[in-house]
């Protein structure tokens, strides 16, 4: 099942992904003791982890409200992990660890042997053989058995369609035995590593963020036009039973027919 929800602006945007984000964790670990996440890149997720690192206490219009998401997370029950990550130092300011750390976990009580990354400072291939020996242990599971179920994937959705490192046009879109690979995007002249279609289609929860007019046209291609993920990768993602939620800001939003929130 998805569903797409519209916020007015990138804050309310922010907000309500915050919600989400407490939201499932609190549902994880009331049923389950913990909450695997994999955390998006990019910089549409900035101003959520920046809210859920917060133990802010003034809404968005400024008044005063006890959101302190900070606060309502049991971060010691969490497990971070990434759905892609650049082939950089984890103290470079490319790199997707680099920007949670700085922005979230360094600010939240988590155990650092919660904290799972994607060593993008490895030779890429190794750091993907390696992230995947990181899920089969903590999954506890095995290649060609059931994927390992994260409770939420966060994703972004670049100006191309491209999801998590999933670009046009690279066999990883289409990847159905492997959890981990690490690819050149000739686009990017870069090296990245990413999770497949495999794992983020057996998440319980898979949440896009999405905000700006420049998503706008591509947006409404990827949910409303015909199913081309070769050319949209973020049109592989359809969770097997999972939910997937799509929120967006009014802008991003602009070419569908979507009620405001
Ligand atoms: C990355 C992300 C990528 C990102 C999109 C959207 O490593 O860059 O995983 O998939 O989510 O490119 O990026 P923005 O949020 O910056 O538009």
Same mark, same amino acid.
């Given at each position: ?7 007015? $602006?990138?804050?309310?945007?922010? +907000?309500? %992904? %915050? ?10 670990? %009331?049923?389950?003791?913990?909450? &695997?996440? %994999?955390?998006?890149?990019? *910089?549409?997720?900035? @101003?959520?982890?920046? =809210? ?13 409200? #006890? ?7 049991? +971060? ?5 992990? +990434? ?7 984890? $103290? ?16 939240? #009580? ?24 990181? =899920?089969? @242990?903590?999954? $506890? ?5 059931? *994927? #390992? ?5 966060? /994703? ?13 046009? &690279?066999? *990883? ?5 492997? +959890? ?8 990017? @002249? ?11 289609? !057996?998440?319980?929860?898979? &949440?896009? /963020?999405?905000?700006? !007019? ?29 939910? =997937?939620?799509?929120?967006? $800001? !009014?802008?991003?939003?602009?070419? =569908? ?5």
């Amino acid at each position: 099942m998805s569903e797409i929800k519209v916020y007015p $602006d990138p804050t309310s945007l922010a +907000w309500a %992904a %915050a919600e989400h984000f407490v939201a499932q964790a609190t549902e994880a670990v %009331a049923a389950r003791g913990l909450f &695997t996440v %994999a955390l998006s890149g990019g *910089s549409t997720p900035r @101003s959520t982890y920046a =809210l859920l690192a917060s133990a802010d206490n003034a809404d968005r219009s400024g008044r005063q409200h #006890p959101r302190e998401f900070a606060l309502r997370v049991d +971060w010691p029950r969490v497990h971070v992990f +990434w759905g892609d990550e650049r082939c950089v130092p984890p $103290d470079h300011t490319d790199s997707n660890y680099c920007m949670g750390r700085e922005v979230l976990l360094d600010h939240v #009580p988590i155990p650092r042997r919660n904290v799972h990354r994607i060593r993008g400072e490895m030779e890429p291939e190794q750091a993907a053989n390696e992230y995947e020996r990181t =899920l089969q @242990s903590f999954f $506890d599971a095995r290649p060609g058995e059931p *994927s #390992p179920q994260f409770d939420l994937i966060l /994703l972004g959705m670049g100006g191309d369609g491209h999801t998590a490192s999933l670009f046009p046009g &690279t066999a *990883s879109v289409h990847e159905e035995a492997r +959890w981990v690979v690490a690819h050149y995007v000739d686009k990017l @002249s870069a090296w990245r590593v990413t999770l497949t279609p495999v794992v983020v289609n !057996a998440a319980a929860h898979v &949440t896009f /963020l999405v905000a700006g !007019a420049g998503k706008a046209e591509r947006l409404h291609q990827v949910l409303a036009g015909r199913y081309q993920p070769d050319v949209l990768p973020a049109q592989i993602v359809r969770p097997t039973d999972g939910q =997937l939620l799509w929120l967006v $800001d !009014a802008a991003a939003a602009a070419r =569908l027919q979507q009620e405001v929130e």
